[in-house]
């Protein structure tokens, strides 16, 4: 029995000095990265600077025997931090041309009217006549809701957005997007530390579905949701008034708290949604099989047969241009579930 205690005891002592060794390490971890992707200009004085942070807090919380080494450890570590948090988001900076005008909706009762809606015409993914438009939509025309999920390479990780579909009206596709400036591309890493501030593309299907589709070659799911007309109207007003939000007050991207899906599933929750976090809230080239599984999209075929029928990458490249793009992507999906 003593054996057994002994062996409990070591195991667990054991436990609790690698949870401290590995929350120790984390905290250097992500200082010497808040530093690198810090906003100094000059980025060999970051790189210098997170270096010699992580040299010194290695040595002070490993090796060096005197206590207060720890705590000028904790007190850069608060700089770090307070340094970070000081970062502000900004409008103006060198935007690329496809995030370089903010939407702003006008709301006056029934009548939505959008400025800042995409509208490019693709040569190919870099080449493109920009267009910029105001749209008007009536809530009461309002039909629906379409997810879409996108992959660089499918696997765990990819994009989603939504569509809007009314019966007067092409549907107005709104994609949460990081707000890159010219010469950046999107960098997960970078997106945890305030590298990039967030923007809503407010935009037409043969544009964001397009470029995705028939310019980046990304293989693109189009699923359509069971939404009532009711959540289809609480979700996109939310929306709205986040579209607006924005353009008065930037915000930074997040990969983990302020991006496509997670926020999809926030402002789902506000407008009514019911249902609790899920792995693949984050994990979002499986999101298809969350809206599934939960009974959010049709479930009358197997999965496997639905995601086969959701993919539009032929549809979209026949439609390419067209005038009636959107309804020739929607043509071979299976009914929209009621």
């Known amino acids: 029995m003593s054996s057994l205690y002994k062996l409990l005891s070591v195991s667990f002592g054991w436990l609790i000095a690698g949870i401290w060794f590995l929350c120790r390490a984390l905290l250097v971890a992500w200082a010497a990265l808040a530093i690198y992707y810090s906003n100094l200009p000059w980025p060999s004085l970051r790189l210098a600077l997170a270096v010699a942070f992580a040299v010194f807090a290695i040595w002070a919380l490993w090796f060096s025997r005197q206590r207060r080494m720890s705590v000028i450890f904790g007190a850069l570590f608060l700089g770090v931090v307070g340094w970070w948090i000081a970062i502000p988001p900004s409008h103006d900076r060198p935007w690329r041309p496809e995030v370089a005008v903010m939407p702003r909706a006008f709301i006056d009762g029934d009548r939505v009217r959008i400025s800042g809606v995409r509208n490019f015409d693709y040569r190919s993914r870099n080449d493109f006549t920009a267009r910029w438009e105001e749209r008007e939509i009536l809530l009461s025309h309002l039909t629906g809701i379409d997810f879409y999920v996108s992959y660089f390479t499918e696997g765990p990780v990819g994009h989603t957005f939504l569509s809007f579909t009314f019966d007067n009206a092409p549907p107005l596709s709104i994609s949460?997007?990081?707000?890159?400036?010219?010469?950046?591309?999107?960098?997960?890493?970078?997106?945890?530390?305030?590298?990039?501030e967030l923007i809503y593309?407010?935009?037409d299907e043969?544009?964001?579905?397009?470029?995705?589709?028939?310019?980046?070659?990304?293989?693109?799911?189009?699923?359509?949701?069971?939404?009532?007309?009711?959540?289809?109207?609480?979700l996109l007003m939310v929306y709205l008034a986040r579209i607006n939000e924005l353009a008065d007050q930037p915000e930074f991207y997040n990969l983990l708290t302020n991006s496509c899906t997670i926020n999809i599933v926030r402002y789902a929750n506000a407008a009514g949604r019911a249902g609790r976090f899920n792995i693949r809230h984050l994990l979002n080239g499986l999101i298809d099989s969350y809206l599934y599984h939960s009974g959010r999209v049709d479930t009358t075929l197997p999965f496997d047969e639905l995601r086969r029928r959701s993919l539009i990458n032929e549809a979209a490249r026949a439609a390419d241009g067209a005038p009636d793009f959107s309804q020739r992507i929607r043509t071979a999906l299976p009914t929209a579930p009621h």
């Open 206 to 234: 043969r544009d964001l579905v397009g470029v995705r589709t028939n310019h980046r070659g990304e293989p693109v799911y189009l699923y359509r949701l069971n939404a009532s007309v009711n959540d289809a109207r609480r």
């Open 176 to 196: 949460i997007e990081t707000r890159p400036e010219v010469g950046e591309g999107f960098a997960p890493v970078a997106s945890l530390f305030k590298q990039f």
């Open 201 to 203: 593309v407010v935009g």
